[in-house]
């Protein structure tokens, strides 16, 4: 009697290891597809990725480095690395990085001259550009309109920006977000400034 309750004692533990196994398999599945669900709403929603082309950012940022840009609850602020979807060709699917130099209502002054800037009248000071600021093709005194940005490049000379009657200032709707850390090239990763 005690022999064959032993063997049912240990057919119903065998039984029990196995729906055991079965469930941490099913546990480690679980967590892996809630893992890549989750990555994948971070990337799509709160973090993007992209690159730099052309030389318009040097010298803070390059031609090739890559970024991470964060757009959940962004509201843009003077100094801030911003991309965006330029609004000169439709077709045109290439996004832009730039630097906020003035937000809705500010106005932006850019003397021909001398080639300071103003900002609400007051002189612009910034450590990170190359090449002089030239006018461009924009009226001045300008006011930044409601909603939007006036963007520049770092590397004046060579920068496609809101000078640009073209281009103008940036409607927010088609900002990304703004750029907040560069994880390539390894050797200048980092927080952008």
Known sequence: MSDRKDKKEKAIKKKS????????????????ILSVVISILLLTMVFKTG?????????TMHEGDRYVVSGLFYTP???????????INKDDTKLW????????????????????ILVDGIPFIDEVIRGETLPGTMDYPLVVP???VFVLGDNRGMSRDSRDQQLGC????KILGRVIFRFYPT???GFVK
């Open 146 to 148: 409601p909603g939007q």
């Open 170 to 173: 940036i409607d927010r709707r």
């Open 17 to 32: 290891s196995k729906r055991n196994l079965l469930m941490d398999i099913f546990d480690i599945i679980e967590a892996v």
């Open 51 to 59: 690159y730099v082309e052309g030389k318009s950012m040097e010298t």
């Open 187 to 189: 050797d200048t990763a």
């Open 97 to 116: 990085v730039k630097r906020v130099l003035a937000i809705e209502g500010q106005t932006v002054e850019i003397d021909s001259e001398t080639h300071i």
């Open 77 to 87: 602020k003077q100094n801030d690395i911003i991309v965006f979807q330029p609004k």
